[in-house]
């Protein structure tokens, strides 16, 4: 049997957005050879996005991958369907029904195609190039606009019977509690400790504070990043917004450790740059809600993948897993 150069491997990552598409053709030990981008909105089809992105992308590859092996390619993308290769639904995508992505990308491209959503595909990443390498059991949280999660167990990703596990981002932390913007439901922790989530939190408590410093800015400017630069500043209604945000993360976070146990909680996403202010209420939330015997064993980890390059990484990934 011949020996594998891994060097030589070379793997195509590509992160499906509701606006844009990055891509970039990434070697084993985590470097992107070279990376783009395509407008997502810009095509009417699936068919005629695939076309866009093979004729961006093929000219990279037979450059970069000249004297390697072009092993294959990964793809995050919103409700994507890791067994079928499928993307069904996406609500954010211009594409609707079901769609055979993995499929369609294989006939185009010659080569293998697997498929995950984009916060299954950064667990994967972190695993494989960032701070959970050599960790076998541990949770993705990923705090953006929403909230994803990737759970690894054993050393693998938990998929469920139907491929759509892991959506810790929809669990009801708050029965009865704010209603989601977009599923309806009542009282998720994407309705809280997201970025959005967060907006929604500081509009309230600036109303009930009139001296925050939230107040000097227009309703539109009320965001995660300006609810932080007010905390800096050491404004309490600010850091208020954040020690509640942290405090239903944390009591969210005590649920998933009694349900998988795991080494460590990765914490990604542009939320996390508010460090302490939500980090601190979070794990001293975690922490009191959680068994004695689960306590003071799970380490809350921040990335260590550049946020610009993470999903590329993680659709890259895809093509590693065993």
């Known amino acids: ?49 695939i076309d866009a992105l093979y004729n961006k992308i093929q000219p990279l590859a037979d450059e970069y991958c000249e004297g390697k092996e072009f092993e294959g390619i990964g793809v995050g993308a919103p409700n994507a369907n890791y067994y079928r290769g499928t993307i069904e639904q996406a609500p954010n995508l211009p594409w609707k029904g079901v769609i055979n992505f993995a499929d369609m990308m294989t006939k185009k491209f010659g080569k293998p195609c697997k498929m995950t959503n984009d916060a299954n595909a950064a667990a994967l990443g972190e695993m494989m190039y960032g701070a959970a390498r050599g960790m076998k059991d541990f949770i993705m949280i990923t705090l953006g606009t929403g909230v994803g999660s990737g759970i690894i167990a054993g050393g693998h990703l938990i998929y469920g019977h139907d491929g759509f596990a892991g959506e810790l981002g929809h669990t009801i932390v708050k029965p009865g509690g704010r209603k989601h913007w977009s599923t309806g439901s009542e009282g998720s922790l994407e309705a809280y400790a997201s970025a959005t989530g967060i907006s929604i939190t500081a509009k309230k408590m600036r109303a009930e504070f009139p001296d925050s410093m939230l107040n000097q800015y227009p309703e539109e400017e009320i965001d995660s990043k300006t609810v932080f630069e007010c905390a800096k500043k050491g404004d309490p209604t600010a850091i208020e917004v954040f020690r509640y945000t942290g405090q239903k993360l944390g009591e969210a976070l005590a649920n998933f450790v009694m349900f998988s146990s795991p080494e460590a909680i990765l914490l990604f996403g542009g939320v996390i740059k508010s460090g302490d202010f939500i980090l601190k209420p979070a794990k001293l939330h975690m922490e009191r809600n959680l068994l004695p015997i689960f306590r003071n064993k799970v380490k809350l980890v921040f990335s260590e993948l550049d946020e610009a390059d993470a999903a590329i990484l993680g659709a890259s990934a895809l093509v590693w897993e065993k």
């Open 1 to 49: 049997m011949s020996l594998v150069d891994l060097s030589k491997q070379v793997a195509l990552g590509i992160d499906i957005g509701g606006t844009n598409t990055k891509f970039g053709l990434v070697n084993h030990r985590g470097e992107i050879l070279v990376k783009g981008s395509i407008p997502t909105d810009e095509f009417d089809t699936p068919e005629a996005f």
